[in-house]
């Protein structure tokens, strides 16, 4: 199980988050992803398929619409 020793620091971000990571990524592991997404508020987690720690440069085009369409939901949500 993963803990972060700041992780009081991480749970106190008022912005929500979206996680993206790779399902094979060997800098990140998913449990730790996970228990980030856990602890901050608002937050999510988007696992990207296949290996890699930089989905931003490997996929740069499914990256940002994850994000445009992660924005896009928590504007729709503060719009109700």
Request: aromatic share 10%; with cysteine.
């Amino acid at each position: 199980f993963y803990t972060h020793k700041r992780a009081y620091e991480i749970a106190s971000c008022l912005v929500g988050s979206e996680m993206c990571i790779r399902d094979r990524d060997r800098l990140t592991s998913l449990a730790s992803s996970k228990y980030m997404a856990d602890i901050i508020p608002d937050s999510s987690l988007k696992i990207f398929p296949g290996a890699g720690h930089i989905p931003f440069l490997l996929e740069p085009e499914i990256f940002v619409q994850s994000i445009l369409n992660f924005v896009k939901e928590k504007n729709d949500r503060q719009n109700i």
